[in-house]
């Protein structure tokens, strides 16, 4: 799950930059829908990221199985609200 989370926010991150750049290649801003999603999009990578980070600091040894196991179902919820964001909108640039 931790591969698949890393994986999940290196594209949602790419596709941020995607569109900002095609975007700015096509000489526009960004509209008001577009705005929103891009903003949701990085509050669900930012989330990502810190429950990667609790997931890295973990000692396998010493952790909690229950909370071991909430990070990791909140990484997998989260990864699929990202896909939900950018699925099928990623070859619309």
Do not use: F, Y
């Not at 698949?4 to 960004?30: D, E, M, N, Y």
């Not at 199985?65 to 919820?77: D, H, I, K, M, Y």
Request: aromatic share 2%; hydrophobic share 40%.
């Amino acid at each position: 799950m931790v591969h698949r989370s890393q994986s999940c926010a290196r594209r949602g991150k790419a596709w941020l930059v995607a569109s900002s750049s095609s975007r700015s290649l096509h000489g526009r801003t960004p509209t008001e829908k577009e705005q929103d999603v891009e903003r949701r999009l990085q509050e669900k990578l930012d989330l990502l990221e810190a429950v990667l980070d609790k997931l890295s600091g973990a000692d396998p040894a010493s952790a909690d199985a229950g909370s071991l196991t909430a990070n990791l179902q909140a990484a997998r919820e989260v990864c699929e609200a990202v896909e939900a964001l950018i699925g099928g909108r990623e070859w619309n640039m």
